[in-house]
């Protein structure tokens, strides 16, 4: 059950799977669930998940490309979508996942890039894994420190994750300063002409 709503989660994002996760986490505090299983259910369906709308983006990818008119500011966004995947595509496919649709939009950025399918399936698998073992932690450590009260610790929980899902929300959102601003140009000593 975990891995097929990790899977819809991407489509209907409506039902977030972080909620089931969490309670199969709480689950596993009270021991009627086992919590590496727990995380490797939510993993796997993470990783299908993103690999479905990789798999997405590739296929529209060339579609998106020839309907871009150089020159617009569309096609500039893409390139520049393009460019920092390719200098920094790591970091991005493993960060995004904390962002809410971060992951979706992350890997279906790669896809229409072209982003490398191999890099991006290691990247993947390891944020899968990162990111719903950090779920399952967040339930099962809240069910162990509230375990007379599983209902407080699924609430806990549940409030814990989504305080900092709402952080990562806000700090994405930051305004950046100009970068005329952070890079101060050198003066140039004045040359004498004779």
Do not use: C
Request: net charge positive; glycine share 12%.
């Amino acid at each position: 059950m975990i891995v097929g709503l990790a899977v819809v989660d991407a489509l209907l994002p409506v039902v977030p799977s972080e909620a089931l996760i969490i309670t199969a986490g709480v689950a596993a505090a009270a021991g009627s669930q086992d919590l590496p299983a727990v995380i490797a259910a939510a993993a796997l369906g993470a990783f299908i998940r993103e690999s479905g709308a990789y798999a997405i983006g590739r296929w529209f990818g060339p579609a998106v490309r020839r309907r871009l008119i150089p020159g617009t500011a569309r096609a500039a966004t893409f390139g520049h979508v393009e460019r920092t995947l390719a200098g920094r595509g790591g970091l991005i496919l493993l960060t995004a996942r904390y962002i809410p649709a971060g992951r979706t939009v992350a890997a279906l950025a790669a896809g229409a890039t072209r982003f490398s399918t191999a890099q991006f399936a290691g990247y993947s698998a390891v944020g899968a894994t990162m990111s719903a073992a950090y779920v399952a932690l967040l339930g099962y450590l809240g069910g162990a420190a509230l375990a007379n009260d599983p209902l407080a610790a699924l609430l806990v929980s549940l409030a814990i994750g989504s305080g900092i899902t709402a952080l990562a929300g806000l700090v994405r959102r930051r305004p950046e300063p100009a970068r005329a601003r952070r890079a101060v140009p050198e003066k140039q000593p004045a040359v004498a002409t004779a």
